[in-house]
């Protein structure tokens, strides 16, 4: 991929990471703007910047329903103690 192009990817990810959602809208409008007045041949080098980005939101994505699994079973772990003691303090 052409540096150029590498460049402004990489700028429009730092964007919006950075960003505040109030501005995530703007930011895309004007990359997409851009991006739609690249040549097929440029979106085609981008394709692999783009997969890894899936990729690594996909990570992200499974990394956090790990951690939702993981609270969920604390969670049901802290109300059957819960139930526990009631039961004792109530016979």
């Known amino acids: 991929m052409r540096a150029e192009l590498r460049n ?3 700028a429009y990810m730092s964007q919006i990471r950075a960003a505040d959602t109030s501005e995530i809208p703007e930011i895309k ?8 007045s690249v040549s097929d041949e440029d979106r085609a080098a981008m ?10 939101m996909w990570g992200v994505i499974n990394e956090i329903k790990e951690l939702m699994k993981e609270l969920i079973t604390l969670k049901e772990e802290e109300l059957a ?3 526990k003691r009631l039961e004792t303090e109530c016979s």
Do not use: H, I
Request: charged residues 40%.
């Open 29 to 36: 409008s004007t990359f997409f703007g851009w991006y739609n």
């Open 8 to 10: 402004r990817l990489d």
């Open 47 to 56: 394709q692999p910047f783009w997969d890894e980005m899936k990729e690594e």
């Open 81 to 83: 103690e819960a139930r």
